[in-house]
């Protein structure tokens, strides 16, 4: 297995400290709307807040968080979440602008999966 971060791609400490992004991801959130499946990417070794307040509200909106091994190669070192919808639907508008808020506001990294048919 190769040990690859970052810092492998040209990105240095500064940079990483900064992030990749400003504000809340207002900015792109429309992007997201329509998706399946959202990836969060905790930073390694880094306090997490917040994150039981929007467990508890991912879950009240019959959705669900999991914490998976599913990451691209370059973000192995981090730790993935998993958002879907629990009867495989599209992610409710609200649960992917909270979480993709919450995401920006900690400065993690994010994907999704968007089918084309949707």
Sequence with gaps: ???????DYGYNRRQLRQGGGRGNGNDHVDELIGSTELYIYQT????VTGY?????Y???QECEIIFTADAP???SSYES???THKR???IPDGVVKRAHSWAHNRNFLHS??????R
Excluded: D, T, V
């Design 1 to 7: 297995m190769i040990n690859r971060n970052l810092g």
């Design 88 to 90: 495989g639907e599209k």
């Design 81 to 83: 979440m998993r958002i």
């Design 44 to 47: 390694p070794n880094r306090r």
């Design 58 to 60: 991912i879950e009240s």
């Design 52 to 56: 039981e307040a929007l467990k508890l």
């Design 112 to 117: 999704f999966f968007k089918p084309m048919y």
């Design 73 to 75: 190669p370059e973000l």
